[in-house]
């Protein structure tokens, strides 16, 4: 989420949490009356804060119930459906101990280690047709600079993957065209050959159970941002102190953008369920860029899929800019949002 976006996000909750409390607001967020008057319309309300991304609670606001319970809420601004579940730097899984062993290699590290980074470079300056100039323009470092100058001549069209605008130009008659197609092609196969060798890395490792089921848990309560995360993780159970009492209810409000119409999730049970299980796992799609975390039900005796890290990269094109992760709903949280409208 970017700046903008997460002020946005914030304004809502600060807004709604006012109308829950009957306070006076001037120019609230578009969305803030709605939602509002769903959530009051869940819960018998004494009294909403703002606990915004804090480290000690989950979710956005809690609520004060009637009944002496805590309702944790987190609002999150979508496009549709229920977008993304978490967007992470790209170390997150080693930075958390998921994975076990002496030396342990970040992505980041993996990276370095093959040169990964100067094999793109020489790639991107191995193009016969640049304008210098124009090529000055664009902003970002050497890397960066280079792959929009190849990227723009490939015009993708709006929405479109880069993947299909170089297949497109590939049969171009026009040699310039053609060339920067060809070293996009190959500096996206490399990008993925560089994820799927690294994932195989992965897999060879032990992992920790114990790591991987609090991460998870942080992330199904919404923490999504590492440096609460980090603070989450290291104080876990006084986090999920609450929870664990089973005195509570967590759910997201996903509001779309376009009308600002609201889907309800509630994770409740299933947090309660997972903070009593300790055995998860990660396991390895065959030839995807992507793991998947599982978790041992007690209630079935089998293993469930529960969220999806595919490795990413954000900006221009894969193997550019802003490698990351982008965490998706699995089987057991894939319920749709919006459905049919």
């Known amino acids: 989420m970017g700046k903008f976006e997460r002020g946005e996000a914030e304004k809502l909750e600060r807004d709604v949490v006012n109308l829950l409390n009957d306070a006076t607001i001037g120019a609230p967020h578009r969305c803030s009356q709605r939602v509002a008057e769903r959530i009051r319309g869940d819960f018998d309300i004494r009294r909403a804060e703002f606990i915004g991304r804090s480290y000690d609670e989950p979710g956005n606001i809690k609520l004060l119930l009637a009944d002496g319970r805590i309702a944790y809420v987190e609002l999150k601004l979508v496009e549709s459906g229920k977008g993304t579940r978490a967007n992470l730097g790209q170390d997150a899984l ?53 792959a929009r100058y190849l990227r723009d001549l490939l015009r993708p069209r709006p929405g479109e993957a880069v993947e299909t605008a170089v297949m497109r130009a590939l049969t171009s008659p026009d040699p310039k065209i053609k060339e920067a197609a060809r070293i996009v092609k190959e500096i996206l196969e490399l990008a993925r050959d560089d994820k799927l060798k690294y994932l195989e890395y992965l897999k060879s490792l032990k992992q920790d159970s114990e790591a991987i089921r ?31 009492k089973g005195n509570f209810i967590y759910r997201t409000y996903y509001v779309r953008k376009r009308d600002c119409k609201v889907c309800v999730e509630d994770l409740t049970s299933l947090i309660g369920k997972l903070l009593k299980i300790k055995d998860f796992r990660i396991t390895f799609p065959e030839n995807e860029t992507n793991c998947i975390i599982e978790f041992l039900d007690p209630d079935s005796g089998e293993w469930r899929r529960l969220l999806r890290v595919v490795f990413h990269w954000k900006n221009v094109f894969q193997g550019i800019a802003t490698p990351c992760l982008n965490i998706f709903d699995e089987e057991v949280l894939k319920e749709s949002c919006f459905s049919g409208s």
């Open 214 to 244: 609090k991460f998870s848990i942080l992330i199904l309560l919404g923490v999504h941002k590492e440096d609460v995360m980090e603070r989450a993780y290291n104080y876990f159970d006084q986090f999920t102190g609450s929870l664990l």
């Open 94 to 146: 080693t930075r958390f101990g998921l994975f076990r062993g002496d030396g342990v290699l970040s992505w980041s590290m993996f990276r370095e280690k093959t040169g990964f980074d100067n094999v793109v470079l020489e790639k991107l300056r191995s193009y016969n047709y640049y304008d210098r100039t124009r090529l000055l323009k664009y902003k970002g470092n050497e890397k960066e600079r280079r």
